[in-house]
DNA sequence: ACCTGAACACCGTTCAAGT
DNA sequence: ACCTGAACACCGTTCAAGT
């Protein structure tokens, strides 16, 4: 009840409104009642995200198509962030969730990334680095959201006035690439998703086949 | 005179302790008087951002050289971040940062990605992920280092007994790779460095040459 | 223009006392 | 075991009043 009275108090009012005293008189009851079933706040907020995560589906491991698997995982963990505000900044500031609903779905993305040939030492720091990122990029988007609109509007356009305003000769490539800015979060996401995971690929690729390959020679940054 | 008291207040005692009335104190007034100077709290954390960043050196583009420089441009963020913990948590919080030490490093930024010969519309969501990325490294890093020392280590302590507990039927992944998960944050950061950069890469080749070119071919993700 | 005291409307958490 | 009222030690921001 006390999980469930918090996620309706975020859902209408954000997360900054869910605090001990606003969920407890949701509850009409004191702030003091729910110490008896959690230990505190931070505890409060993880049986949150485990709410909201628990069912993002999970594909069983194809080898064949560990990129179409991986990227979409990407995608829906992003999703439903980006559908609870506040659920991202959760997952920021939780450092290492450990409720079972999150760990089943980072196990799965282990297995997708395991099955790609990615040597093993490998493999949880893709997994992490690609996790972060993920929610990284729902944070920044529930920012926007979950501001008032009207005033998050009026921030975007002090921030368009302002870079219309810009020195040329001080920040010149700002300038130069004004109208690139433009453009749909969610593409960018996807475009950083494919980026990623061609980065993976290379790796796989330099890792399964050391020397110059005979027959279709692939580049990945050999260099590390 | 606010903000080099407000990151003293940061370094000595962290981001938590930065109140309007803390640092208020330590200038031997009342809160209130801050606002003469300072819209509100969030201006105020725009200001320290600024003043732990404005010093980051940037490179004169180098086409021959943008990976390189890609790579020294992140790991210098992310240095200067992890050793002032709180500014990492402002960057995350504060959107588009609109000050000017920031913008000419992001401006730097995108000079290097321009060289790459990356298509002009994908280099501003190409800067702005790997802006997200090391920001978001950084702070996972400060969350750690800002904790009281024996909380974080308890918690850790916490963390893995708890991992050691998994049911090995439920997350098989998870515990087949439990050693792998031990390792320096700096080293996996650096791994997904090159992994982005690499998946760059792959963007400027696939763009550069659709067909299949004569001498040398490489192979990017071509499938968006 | 800059500063101040006092107030408003909140916080998370603890604790003795109850059932 | 669960709940409660009251308290402790804080918040950000506003505002009338001062210089």
């Not at 609903?101 to 799965?108: E, F, K, P, S």
């Amino acid at each position: 009840m006390i999980v469930d009275a918090a996620m309706r108090v975020m859902g209408a009012e954000g997360l900054d409104a869910v605090s001990m005293r606003r969920v407890a008189h949701e509850l009409d009851t004191g702030p003091a009642s729910l110490y008896a079933h959690v230990r505190d706040k931070r505890e409060l907020h993880e049986l949150m995200l485990d709410a909201a995560m628990r069912d993002i589906p999970v594909p069983e491991p194809d080898p064949e198509r560990w990129q179409q698997q991986l990227k979409q995982l990407g995608l829906d963990q992003a999703r439903i962030m980006v559908r609870n505000p506040g659920i991202a900044r959760i997952a920021m500031e939780t450092l290492i969730p450990t409720t079972p609903g999150i760990l089943v779905t980072m196990d799965a993305m282990l297995g997708i990334v395991r099955s790609s040939g990615l040597p093993a030492r490998l493999v949880p720091p893709a997994c992490d680095g690609l996790a972060l990122y993920v929610t990284a990029f729902a944070y920044e988007a529930s920012l926007w959201s979950s501001a008032q609109d009207s005033e998050a509007r009026k921030r975007l356009e002090e921030i368009n006035a302002y870079l219309d305003s810009l020195p040329a000769d001080r920040v010149p490539h700002l300038v130069a690439m004004r109208e690139h800015f433009r453009g749909e979060g969610i593409d960018h996401f996807e475009f950083m998703l494919d980026v990623f995971i061609a980065g993976l690929a290379a790796q796989v690729n330099a890792s399964t086949s050391p020397a110059a390959p005979a027959t279709e020679p692939r580049t990945g940054s050999r260099g590390r």
